[in-house]
């Protein structure tokens, strides 16, 4: 079973655009997860989504969002970008929604770099 | 809020030495607890997670994790390190969100 992909792997961006990354979960999971990982702040909860509704959604202003696709693909789009927003932001899929014993599976992340 | 609290951001071990890293929990309730290990340039695998009832709980490459309710704690250990643990690892907690620890980088000195 393939596991969760991300794209692209690496990105870099300027000051004041915007970006989309693309999460697949694992075949037949349908809550994602976005976290946002850098050295200073740790890894921090951005969205989880489930079956196409946003579910939950950590503190992190209006300009981070996400969707969720019918097959349960998701995208997270940063627009204005900042240079505190270069950081590896990881997705993650699990079964059913976060809040259980259900592991989430994590996929590589995507290393972005605002300059 | 529930919450997790790693003691030690980085620790150092020599090979075959025991491992341990520390997690302590902030919950009223049994929590649902995990373990993850991040190797560099790589997202996050999980170890093991807890079970309701267990006290002592095995993941995968020989770690294990205890769970004190007393003592509120869920500690990693593993009897004998490796170079090949060499990695960032986290403590998590499920709530309606995953909250990580701060994590502890581990290495393994030969």
């Known amino acids: 079973k393939a596991g969760v992909t991300q794209t692209p792997r690496y990105l870099i961006k300027t000051r004041g655009q915007q970006v989309t990354l693309s999460c697949s979960p694992i075949?037949?999971?349908?809550?994602v997860s976005w976290y946002q990982q850098t050295p200073g702040q740790g890894l921090q909860f951005l969205f989880e989504y489930f079956s196409e509704t946003q579910r939950n959604k950590g503190n992190f202003p209006g300009r981070f969002s996400g969707r969720q696709f019918s097959n349960s693909r998701s995208e997270m789009n940063v627009s204005t970008l900042e240079l505190g927003d270069s950081a590896l932001y990881l997705c993650?899929?699990?079964?059913?929604?976060?809040?259980?014993?259900?592991?989430?599976?994590f996929g590589p992340g995507t290393r972005l770099t605002v300059t | 809020a529930q919450s997790v609290t790693q003691l030690g951001s980085h620790v150092s071990v020599s090979e075959g030495a025991l491992v341990l890293l520390r997690c302590n929990y902030s919950?009223?309730?049994?929590?649902?607890l995990f373990w993850y290990v991040q190797y560099p340039n790589q997202g996050l695998q999980l170890l093991l997670k807890?079970?309701?009832?267990?006290?002592l709980v095995k993941g995968i490459n020989g770690f294990e994790a205890e769970f004190k309710k007393s003592e509120t704690s869920f500690h990693l250990t593993k009897p004998s390190a490796h170079m090949s643990d060499a990695a960032e690892y986290f403590c998590a907690v499920n709530t309606d969100k995953l909250i990580f620890g701060t994590g502890t980088r581990l290495q393994v000195f030969p």
């Open positions: 807890y079970t309701t009832g267990a006290t």
């Open positions: 075949s037949g999971h349908r809550s």
């Open positions: 993650a899929s699990s079964l059913v929604q976060t809040g259980t014993l259900d592991e989430q599976y």
């Open positions: 919950s009223s309730v049994p929590p649902y």
